[in-house]
């Protein structure tokens, strides 16, 4: 049995903590999917990119769904009986399987775009702090040696 430490990565990535958890977790290499093969790419300080390998799948055979925070892309291939019949194949490498493939996102974390470009589908992901999350600067301000006296004036009777 293989095991991969991911702790160098938790201290370079952002928003994906979850992620490397589920990996490390993974007990036998062989259970794992490896269909479709994938990268996930830290594209600017709050942006990141999945890139999915879906070679033979048409952009009306894909599906992405963002539900909580899961995303879900699935990919089903149409049957094509008629192709099969009058094709005659020696070797056959192109996987036409249908597949479902997950990946736990963290907080604040959206999808903010994908597109299919030469059979690599590209998920483009944003993550965004809200203002109540995000670090605050306070400021520091100097104490004085002396303390200022209040002068008051007494009204005249």
Do not use: C, W
């Amino acid at each position: 049995m293989r095991h991969v430490d991911f702790s160098p990565l938790y201290r370079s990535t952002v928003g994906f903590d979850r992620l490397f958890t589920m990996l490390d977790s993974l007990g036998q290499p062989d259970q794992a999917q490896t269909y479709p093969p994938y990268n996930i790419e830290r594209t600017g300080d709050n942006t990141y990119r999945i890139t999915m390998a879906v070679a033979g799948f048409d952009q009306s055979e894909l599906s992405i769904e963002a539900r909580e925070q899961t995303l879900t892309v699935k990919g089903e291939k149409a049957d094509d009986k008629a192709d099969e019949i009058a094709t005659q194949f020696l070797h056959r490498g192109i996987a036409k399987r249908a597949f479902e493939r997950r990946f736990q996102l963290a907080d604040h974390v959206e999808i903010s775009a994908a597109s299919l470009k030469n059979g690599l589908l590209h998920i483009d992901l944003l993550r965004q702090i809200p203002e109540a999350a995000k670090p605050r600067k306070i400021a520091i301000t100097a104490a004085n040696a002396e303390p200022k006296q209040i002068e008051a004036t007494t009204a005249a009777a």
